[in-house]
């Protein structure tokens, strides 16, 4: 079912401000008019074309470049994180003399 909108009833004088001048109640007003001036077999179009260009004008983010310390740095972080992560398992199994021998390990070891 179509329906059938006068153009010039909902849309107010003030629809000839710009974007950045117009109130968003304004703006999506006059969206709801533009749709409804549209045939309802439209609408599928309608709304690929308004996604499209949603997805044309959103700014894609940027990969940051890091500086060679900037790498070694976050590297170092996920190995960290890693052996944290080893320790915490480590932990929760529960072989308190293997735990025991390995951390003597370690500990001659990181002399």
């Known amino acids: 079912m179509t329906q059938t909108v006068n153009p010039s009833s909902t849309i107010s004088a003030e629809s000839n401000l ?3 001048e117009a109130e968003p109640t304004l703006l999506i007003n006059e969206f709801l008019t533009e749709i409804q001036l549209t045939p309802q077999e439209q609408w599928q179009n309608l709304l690929q074309i308004m996604r499209t260009f949603r997805q044309a ?3 894609q983010p940027q990969p ?4 060679p ?43």
């Open 57 to 59: 004008t959103t700014p």
């Open 69 to 111: 310390d900037e790498q070694q740095r976050q590297e170092q972080i996920k190995k960290n994180q890693a052996g944290i992560e080893l320790l915490r398992k480590w932990e929760q199994e529960g072989d308190e003399q293997e735990q025991t021998e390995t951390l003597n390990y370690l500990l001659e070891v990181l002399k």
């Open 64 to 67: 940051i470049i890091l500086t």
């Open 18 to 20: 710009t974007s950045s």
